[in-house]
């Protein structure tokens, strides 16, 4: 059997092992591992075995992983979302829909600590739903805005699935975390903006409240100042090249166990709890990454990825037809798959197609441009119904609000996000401008 025939049954496998629901890590590993097999031998899977563990997981760029995690979740146990999301309601939460933008301003806010859009999702949920419930917000708004507001831990440095991004292409993690920068404030400005215009349209779903006065809203900058400061040094200092990504999210984690312990948020139990949280979310990134490294590894084998990145670089397609087709492909994947499975999974086959097409780029440029497309168009999957995993997680906690609401708002934001997927195909140097900037 030909080895493209070979690497064409075993997508065709993994795909039917993933709508099966059998999951991720699994699948991609036992696929990987008989492809493996077939194309080579039952040795060489076992001598791939011997090296590969020590290979793949003593990797120094991948101790970040773990350190952002633990982060996030001192972050979400410390309590520091509840004083987010009052500052940002003190500033614009009297105005109509206000709750809304303030809780995608708070989702912006600690997504930048958490790098996690699941927990992003489900902690500013406990705080802004009861809120705006309260203040006579609709279902479908309220949901709508924290299951899009809770996708900008993914795109918002630092992000996980940025830092998978980086290390399967080669890419500088530094400038891939200030790539995102400005794409991930075009997301801040297009949610508020989805949100402006949908209240106008149902002035009802999002009523106006009394504002707060001045010494409220300075008392709630007070009480989010550590965040700021913290938030600074971290990506201010990884920036300015004072201490490596890995050594920023060291200090990250102690600064935020130091914030969480003076504030009194954190206890020995507490602590334990994040230790505990973050060795399993680690075990579980850790496997799907194993997981696909065994499918990538058979695929190269198979000399698939190479042969398509030929096929589509002397095709006489238009690069951006090529482009189009891999974010329709990402949209309906999407819809099954989570964020950091489906980028491990398709970045080793797209990546050097793309990187064969003359987009008028530079290759770093090029390489940040792709990366930062790719994980916006993951963003929309984790929203998209059926089966979005916010819409599950803000549904799992906002069980009076009927799914069919939930699902209806997200579809402001998932317009807002087409909007943001046109601008960044269009303007490539959005994605890259930031970098130049800071580099010259």
């Not at 009480?223 to 920036?239: P, T």
């Not at 680690?282 to 194993?290: G, H, L, P, R």
């Not at 059926?386 to 069919?404: E, H, K, Q, Y």
Request: proline letters at 5%; charged letters at 10%.
């Amino acid at each position: 059997m030909e080895p493209l025939t070979i690497a064409i049954i075993m997508v065709v496998a993994l795909l039917a092992l993933i709508f099966a629901r059998m999951p991720i890590a699994l699948g991609m590993g036992l696929v990987g591992a008989v492809g493996y097999v077939t194309l080579a031998s039952p040795w060489a899977l076992m001598a791939y075995f011997n090296t590969a563990w020590v290979d793949k997981f003593m990797s120094y760029e991948l101790a970040i992983v773990p350190l952002f995690i633990l982060m996030g979740h001192l972050a979400t146990r410390s309590g520091i979302s509840a004083a987010i999301f009052a500052a940002s309601n003190a500033w614009i939460g009297h105005l109509r829909g206000g709750l809304a933008m303030a809780s995608v301003a708070g989702c912006a806010m600690f997504g930048s600590i958490s790098g996690s859009s699941l927990a992003t999702a489900s902690t500013m949920a406990r705080v802004a739903l009861p809120e705006m419930r309260k203040h006579g917000y609709s279902g479908a708004l309220a949901s709508g805005s924290l299951a899009a507001g809770g996708t900008l831990g993914i795109l918002i440095p630092p992000s996980v699935v940025l830092i998978i991004y980086a290390l399967l292409t080669e890419q500088n993690i530094v400038k891939l975390f200030l790539a995102a920068t400005i794409p991930g404030t075009l997301a801040v400005i297009g949610f508020c903006i989805a949100i402006a215009v949908y209240v106008r349209l149902f002035p009802e779903e999002g009523p106006t409240h009394e504002p707060a006065s001045f010494a409220q809203r300075m008392k709630a900058l007070k009480d989010i100042w550590h965040v700021v400061a913290i938030f600074i040094v971290v990506l201010g200092g990884i920036y300015g090249g004072f201490f490596t990504p890995a050594e920023g999210a060291s200090v990250g984690v102690v600064l935020m166990l130091v914030t969480g312990l003076l504030t009194k948020g954190l206890n020995a139990r507490a602590i334990l709890d994040c230790l505990i949280d973050t060795a399993g979310s680690t075990a579980m990134i850790f496997a799907i990454v194993f997981g696909a490294d065994i499918f990538n590894v058979a695929l190269a084998l198979s000399q698939m990825p190479a042969d398509v990145a030929a096929y589509f670089g002397q095709a006489d397609v238009a690069p951006i037809v090529i482009l189009l087709g891999i974010i329709l492909f990402y949209l309906i994947m999407g819809c099954v798959m989570d964020s950091l499975s489906m980028i491990l999974l398709t970045v080793p086959v797209f990546f050097p197609t793309i990187m064969a097409l003359d987009f008028g780029l530079m290759p770093e440029q090029q390489a940040m441009w792709f990366g930062i497309i790719s994980l916006v168009v993951v963003e929309v999957g984790l929203i998209t119904p059926p089966v979005g995993m916010n819409l599950f997680v803000i549904s799992s906690m906002a069980r009076d609000i009927p799914t069919a609401q939930i699902f209806r708002g997200t579809m402001p934001f998932i317009v807002a996000e087409a909007f943001r997927i046109v601008i960044l195909v269009s303007f490539p140097v959005l994605s890259y401008w930031l970098v130049d900037l800071v580099a010259n």
